[in-house]
Nanobody, 127 residues
């Protein structure tokens, strides 16, 4: 099992930027595909972005494509989510998730695929 801790959330104005970090511990980070998800009040959990073990395979939700960038640093056991041009509709609790996989290139969009979750960090975008 891997333990995940998110940081970097906060309050930002429309058009602003934030960088979220997810630090992993307790297991070999490079064996995990990673994902970011978000959940707004009264809404279901939503896929945001995912990255494979090597960092070369990446997918984004259409709603964030061109504005958000996911990346990982396996030497630092950390995955990042750079969020630019933020909109009020991006307001949510953002959580990172990890899936142990032996397949280097696989990327996972479905939250049901993930085994491990962080507690989440609040992102609030004011209009």
């Amino acid at each position: 099992q891997v333990q995940l801790v998110e940081s970097g959330g906060g309050l930002v104005q429309t058009g602003g930027s934030l960088r979220l970090s997810c630090s992993a511990s307790g297991s070999t980070f490079s064996f995990y595909a990673m994902g970011w998800f978000r959940q707004a009040p009264g809404k279901e959990r939503e896929f945001v972005a995912a990255i494979n073990r090597s960092g070369r395979g990446i997918v984004y939700a259409d709603s964030v494509k061109g504005r958000f960038t996911i990346s990982r640093d396996n030497a630092k056991n950390t995955v990042y989510l750079q969020m630019n041009s933020l909109k009020p509709e991006d307001t949510a609790v953002y959580s990172c998730a990890a899936k142990y996989t032996s397949v280097l290139h696989s990327v996972f969009r479905d939250p049901e695929d993930y085994d491990n979750w962080g507690q989440g960090t609040q992102v609030t975008v004011s209009s």
